[in-house]
Nanobody
Framework: QVQLVESGGGLVQAGGSLRLSCATS????????MGWYRQAPGKQRELVAL???????TYADSMKGRFTISRDNAKNTVYLQMNSLKPEDTAVYYC?????????WGQGTQVTVSS
């Protein structure tokens, strides 16, 4: 069982930045892939970014160049640095741990970008 706790969401103006954090209850080494997803009102949950245990990253096209996913293995924490935020980035952001036993989700953190 993996527990994930997100933090760092909030209200920011367009063009601003936020950094989300996701703390895991187990050693991050045991989790093959960590990721961030988001869900806007009335829309399906979508991928934001993934990072493997070796540090390989993947981004959704609309986030490339603006968002950066990283992991601190010593702190068992994954981060999502979000720059140049746009109103369309407004959503609940979820941390995910993709393991051999299935995908575990955090409770989500709200990000609201005002125009």
């Amino acid at each position: 069982q993996v527990q994930l706790v997100e933090s760092g969401g909030g209200l920011v103006q367009a063009g601003g930045s936020l950094r989300l954090s996701c703390a895991t209850s187990v050693s991050i080494f045991s989790i093959g892939v960590m990721g961030w997803y988001r869900q806007a009102p009335g829309k399906q949950r979508e991928l934001v970014a993934l990072i493997t245990s070796s540090g390989t990253t993947t981004y959704a096209d609309s986030m490339k160049g603006r968002f950066t996913i990283s992991r601190d293995n010593a702190k068992n924490t994954v981060y999502l640095q979000m720059n140049s935020l746009k109103p369309e980035d407004t959503a609940v952001y979820y941390c995910a741990a993709l393991t051999g036993d299935g995908t575990y989700w955090g409770q989500g953190t709200q990000v609201t970008v005002s125009s």
